[in-house]
């Protein structure tokens, strides 16, 4: 959802080998299959309660991406920008739109390839009829003296998509979220996001 965001995977010791990733360079895409290990939660029950459904309606857990799983474990398509075989801990991925955190344990990595991959007549449920709903983000006059011009465009794509839980909407609450090794508070109100501090 937001392309901007720029991750490198790092492989453990015994998988820091150029022959496993050999023909990997020629894919656009790949897939990620990965563990929700900062969800301390078990999931308790089989229904959930999606974002984009406004965080009240209940939904079966397969029928959603939550991270309260049965089986912690992800899913995600990241675009695959280029392979370093040169650093110490080589070979390192770059990969753009990743939607996971900083340290977050990679369990398999395959190629996304178009014909078996992409259903472009695919239906999508529930996401079908609710379309994302983007909050505007405004920062403070003063963002640009801390924050890098690619830096608070990533944030206005992440901010913009209400990482709040959906079924909260007090608009004198501050949230949360950490960044690269910041911890952004926002508030939002009437469909705006007002970045308090980075």
Known sequence: MVREL????IFEPEFRNADALRGLE????IWLIW???ANPHECNSLVVRPPLLG??????????????RPNP????????????YERNDAPVLYVSGGDLMDGTP??????YIVYAD?????????????????LKVV???????TLSKEQIETLQNILSLDPRPHYQNDSNKIYGMPYEDRDIKFRVDNGICYVLSF
């Open 6 to 9: 720029k991750g490198e995977i």
């Open 26 to 29: 020629e894919f656009d895409y």
């Open 35 to 37: 563990e929700f290990s």
């Open 55 to 68: 965080g009240n309606k209940k939904m079966g857990v397969f029928a959603t991406r939550s991270p309260f």
């Open 73 to 84: 474990i992800g899913l995600s398509s990241v675009r695959l920008i280029g392979i370093d």
């Open 106 to 111: 990679i369990y398999d990595i395959k190629p």
């Open 118 to 134: 992409c259903h472009a007549d695919a239906r999508s449920g529930f996401v079908d009829t609710n379309q994302i709903q983007r």
């Open 139 to 145: 920062f403070p006059s003063d963002a640009s003296k």
